[in-house]
């Protein structure tokens, strides 16, 4: 049996997931469309349009999995950017046999008040969380018909190595960590839950070991809920800095600004996650793959030594 793995995006969830491959002694195949991508050892790193059906085809012919940990940055191009990579994943899968493993996220749950756990309603009322909804839908769609196989793994917002002005956390570290104060989205002192990219990538290979798994979503090993200032607060004394003054953003503010710069606008949408308790609960997939969140402090000190 193969023990070849193709995996799309080249960011810090790619980047963990190739690791745990590699370190077990997979082939790894590193795919992006530069071709850039982090140096490891046993990975071979490609340029490849991922939209490109055919090319991500023919560099996914012979792999047992192809992983979908994409993440294209700017909100704004979603729309343009997701359906035609979404839809070339679903060909190349089909095509090839390997089974189709995606990095989710939490956005088609929508507003919630309570726990989030994976039996969820996909309920949201934006158009990034009703697009994620959609891809999920259709790859599961394929894998009832017996097309593909398929799963999905989603984490809360990300902390770890890698994740830099990406994160709500990480991107103000560098601030922070000089002793001046920091702007959030939200209330800085609602529950909050955060994934570590490793977790991720631990848990999107035991889904993609695991048959019995296919076919649902998971959620990936997360530590009990940190606010936001206590989050940075704890990252911040990973490094031996002191805490800083933590301040939420007007959101008035943020909605006049939003009216003409379109990226403010996208986040705006967003901010329901830091306006109530937004938990993630992942029992299930502890339970199913026998893993565990990595320990709070040694995820505090990997995010705050990467940023440093």
């Known amino acids: 049996?193969?023990?070849?793995?193709?995996?799309?995006?080249?960011?810090?969830?790619?980047?963990?997931?190739?690791?745990?491959?590699?370190?077990?002694?997979?082939?790894?195949?590193?795919?992006?469309?530069?071709?850039?991508?982090?140096?490891?050892?046993?990975?071979?790193?490609?340029?490849?349009?991922?939209?490109?059906?055919?090319?991500?085809?023919?560099?996914?012919?012979?792999?047992?999995?192809?992983?979908?940990?994409?993440?294209?940055?700017?909100?704004?191009?979603?729309?343009?950017?997701?359906?035609?990579?979404?839809?070339?994943?679903m060909v190349a899968a089909e095509r090839t046999g390997a089974t189709l493993v995606t990095a989710g996220s939490l956005y088609p749950y929508g507003p919630v008040d309570v726990p989030m756990t994976e039996d969820l309603p996909a309920a949201a009322t934006d158009h990034k969380g009703r697009?994620?909804?959609?891809?999920?839908?259709?790859?599961?769609?394929?894998?009832?018909?017996?097309?593909?196989h398929a799963v999905e793994v989603r984490g809360s917002?990300?902390?770890?190595?890698?994740?830099?002005?990406?994160?709500?956390?990480?991107?103000?570290?560098?601030?922070?960590?000089?002793?001046k104060g920091v702007w959030v989205m939200g209330s800085p002192d609602l529950p909050h839950s955060w994934t570590d990219v490793q977790d991720m990538g631990r848990t999107l290979v035991a889904a993609a070991d695991r048959p019995e798994s296919w076919g649902r979503v998971w959620h990936a090993p997360t530590n009990a809920p940190r606010t936001q200032r206590q989050g940075l607060t704890e990252v911040l004394g990973a490094i031996g800095k002191?805490?800083?003054?933590?301040?939420?953003?007007?959101l008035r503010a943020l909605a006049l600004v939003a009216k003409v710069h379109p990226?403010?606008?996208?986040?705006?949408?967003?901010?329901?996650?830091?306006?109530?308790?937004?938990?993630?609960?992942?029992?299930?997939a502890q339970r199913e793959f026998g893993l565990a969140p990595t320990p709070w402090d040694e995820v505090c000190a990997r995010t705050a030594t990467a940023a440093a």
């Not at 590193?30 to 991500?56: C, M």
């Not at 697009?131 to 593909?148: P, Q, V, Y």
């Not at 830099?164 to 601030?175: D, M, S």
């Not at 002191?242 to 007007?250: H, K, S, Y």
Request: include cysteine; charged fraction near 20%.
């Open 242 to 250: 002191p805490a800083v003054t933590v301040r939420p953003m007007p």
């Open 263 to 284: 990226l403010t606008r996208e986040l705006l949408e967003m901010s329901y996650q830091f306006t109530r308790p937004y938990v993630l609960d992942s029992t299930a």
């Open 131 to 148: 697009l994620r909804a959609g891809m999920t839908a259709a790859a599961f769609e394929l894998h009832r018909a017996g097309r593909i």
């Open 157 to 179: 917002d990300y902390v770890g190595v890698g994740v830099g002005k990406n994160g709500h956390l990480t991107r103000l570290l560098p601030r922070a960590a000089a002793g």
């Open 1 to 89: 049996m193969s023990d070849r793995h193709v995996i799309v995006g080249a960011g810090p969830v790619g980047t963990e997931t190739a690791k745990v491959l590699s370190a077990r002694g997979s082939e790894v195949v590193l795919v992006s469309r530069s071709g850039r991508g982090a140096d490891l050892k046993g990975v071979s790193r490609v340029a490849v349009d991922a939209s490109d059906a055919a090319a991500l085809t023919e560099v996914t012919t012979g792999a047992t999995s192809l992983y979908n940990c994409a993440n294209p940055g700017d909100y704004t191009q979603w729309d343009r950017v997701w359906p035609p990579m979404s839809a070339a994943l």
